[in-house]
């Protein structure tokens, strides 16, 4: 069993950045693939950003590329979402998840743990 909490959210104007946490417990953090998603009020909830627990390797959204950063500390089992250049558009409550299976990294179906999100609000 994996359980996340995620933290780091808030308030920032436009063009600003935020770096958000998920910390996890249990002993085998660095087992499972780690996801970023999001969820707009009225949208349904979007992939982000997932590194992979091998040779952690990257994906991320065509809407985030190049101003979004993900990154895993397996020895402090967390892991981290940089986010720079922010748009009113990233407006969003965020959530990390922990999946056991290295395929689909995108897919949120394929995610067997969730935190429970936070909020980051983008002003213009």
């Known amino acids: 069993q994996v359980q996340l909490v995620e933290s780091g959210g808030g308030l920032v104007q436009a063009g600003g950045s935020l770096r958000l946490s998920c910390a996890a417990s249990?002993?085998?953090?660095?087992?499972?693939?780690i996801g970023w998603f999001r969820q707009a009020p009225g949208k349904e909830r979007e992939f982000v950003a997932a590194?992979?627990?091998?040779?952690?390797?990257?994906y991320y959204a065509d809407s985030v590329k190049g101003r979004f950063t993900i990154s895993r500390d397996n020895a402090k089992n967390t892991a981290f979402l940089q986010m720079n250049s922010l748009k009113p558009e990233d407006t969003a409550v965020y959530y990390c998840?922990?999946?056991?299976?290295?395929?689909?990294?995108?897919?949120?179906?394929?995610?067997?743990?969730w935190g429970q999100g936070t909020q980051v609000t983008v002003s213009s």
């Open positions: 249990g002993r085998t953090f660095s087992s499972y693939t």
């Open positions: 998840a922990a999946s056991a299976s290295a395929t689909w990294p995108r897919t949120a179906a394929r995610y067997d743990y």
């Open positions: 590194i992979s627990w091998s040779f952690e390797i990257t």
